[in-house]
């Protein structure tokens, strides 16, 4: 009885570190149905997870690009192999603001996104997880940092003329 109330209680901690992880996390099945949306994606998308949950993910966001989505999700799905999208291909996946308002200088969250297969305990893949990480902080550096190089580049060759 003991081991069953201690993986019980495991399975609990575990649950509650995934849905308060500071990360999203979306878990869809090869009909693109949530089965996991948790409390990151609550808090920037307005969407509570009673909600998403069995909600087409692009019903819930009919904005996504759905072709280009489709396609990634489904080679998930297919390839079995996870893929990750960079906010330099991709600004953002789901169209969150940033929650830097006044310190900020993006209007929009910037996002890593990772897509991995899940494995059933058949080996099947019937759902993948959407790991989405809020990069903002590191694009708006970036850009800041190359706006100021290309800067200095002109008044470089400004100098030298």
Same mark, same amino acid.
């Given at each position: 009885?003991? #081991? #069953?109330?201690?993986? %019980?209680?495991? !399975?609990?901690?575990?649950?509650?570190?995934?849905?308060?992880?500071?990360?999203?996390?979306?878990?869809?099945?090869?009909?693109?149905?949530?089965?996991?949306? #948790?409390?990151?994606?609550? #808090?920037?998308?307005?969407? @509570?997870?009673?909600?998403?949950?069995?909600? @087409?993910? %692009?019903?819930?966001?009919?904005?996504?690009?759905?072709?280009?989505?489709?396609?990634?999700?489904?080679?998930?799905?297919?390839?079995?192999?996870?893929?990750?999208?960079?906010?330099? &291909?991709?600004?953002? !996946?789901?169209?969150?603001?940033?929650?830097?308002?006044?310190?900020?200088?993006?209007?929009?969250?910037?996002?890593?996104?990772?897509?991995?297969?899940?494995?059933?305990?058949?080996?099947?893949?019937?759902?993948?997880?959407?790991?989405?990480?809020?990069?903002?902080?590191?694009?708006?550096?970036?850009?800041?940092? @190359?706006?100021?190089?290309?800067?200095?580049?002109? !008044?470089? &060759?400004?100098?030298?003329?």
């Amino acid at each position: 009885m003991s #081991n #069953n109330a201690d993986g %019980l209680a495991d !399975l609990h901690w575990m649950f509650d570190m995934l849905h308060h992880i500071d990360v999203g996390l979306v878990v869809l099945d090869s009909s693109y149905q949530v089965q996991l949306w #948790n409390s990151f994606m609550e #808090n920037h998308s307005g969407v @509570s997870s009673s909600i998403a949950k069995e909600q @087409s993910l %692009l019903a819930l966001y009919p904005e996504l690009d759905t072709g280009w989505l489709r396609k990634k999700l489904d080679n998930v799905f297919c390839l079995k192999t996870p893929i990750f999208v960079s906010w330099e &291909q991709r600004p953002f !996946l789901f169209p969150f603001k940033s929650y830097r308002p006044i310190t900020g200088i993006a209007d929009k969250m910037y996002q890593n996104v990772a897509i991995r297969p899940l494995s059933s305990p058949d080996g099947s893949i019937k759902q993948v997880c959407l790991v989405v990480y809020d990069v903002t902080d590191v694009a708006t550096n970036k850009m800041a940092l @190359s706006a100021a190089n290309h800067k200095l580049q002109r !008044l470089s &060759q400004a100098l030298s003329k």
